[in-house]
């Protein structure tokens, strides 16, 4: 950066150069409002000149431990849940869980949800 207080080595992110009249200027300031809202635009003038993708657009939230190692805690659930699907499919075949019991559950929830669809008060 040169002495003029102008960021000519980095354009980036955190290169906005500040206005010419800046509160380092010596002597009253009367128009404070009018150095803060030029201030401002500048600022925004500048982040809407950035790329966004540069700041962070568009891209997966990246946790982290205490220590600093990433955690993906949503491919590892999917990953978690799809491994324990697996091995229930593989280790229980259809014949072996009760094809009667399941049946005769399956009936009894069908009765209990036509006597729960039925009036209450009986005569």
């Known amino acids: 950066a040169g002495c003029d207080g102008s960021a000519t080595e980095n354009p980036g992110v955190g290169s906005v150069a500040p206005p010419a009249s800046t509160f380092r200027a010596p002597g009253l300031h009367t128009d404070v409002k009018a150095e803060v809202a030029a201030m401002r635009a500048q600022r925004e003038a500048e982040l809407q000149r950035t790329?966004?993708?540069?700041?962070?657009?568009?891209?997966?939230?990246?946790?982290?431990d205490r220590h600093g190692?990433?955690?993906?805690?949503?491919?590892?659930?999917?990953?978690?849940?799809?491994?324990?699907?697996?091995?229930?499919?593989?280790?229980?075949?259809?014949?072996?869980?009760?094809?009667?019991?399941?049946?005769?559950?399956?009936?009894?929830?069908?009765?209990?949800?036509?006597?729960?669809?039925?009036?209450?008060?009986r005569y």
Do not use: C, H, I
């Not at 790329?51 to 982290?64: F, Q, S």
């Open 51 to 64: 790329n966004a993708e540069a700041l962070g657009a568009g891209t997966d939230t990246v946790y982290r």
């Open 69 to 121: 190692r990433k955690l993906d805690y949503l491919n590892e659930m999917v990953r978690q849940q799809d491994s324990t699907a697996r091995k229930e499919a593989e280790n229980k075949p259809a014949w072996g869980g009760g094809l009667r019991q399941q049946q005769e559950d399956e009936e009894r929830k069908a009765y209990m949800r036509a006597e729960a669809a039925k009036p209450f008060a």
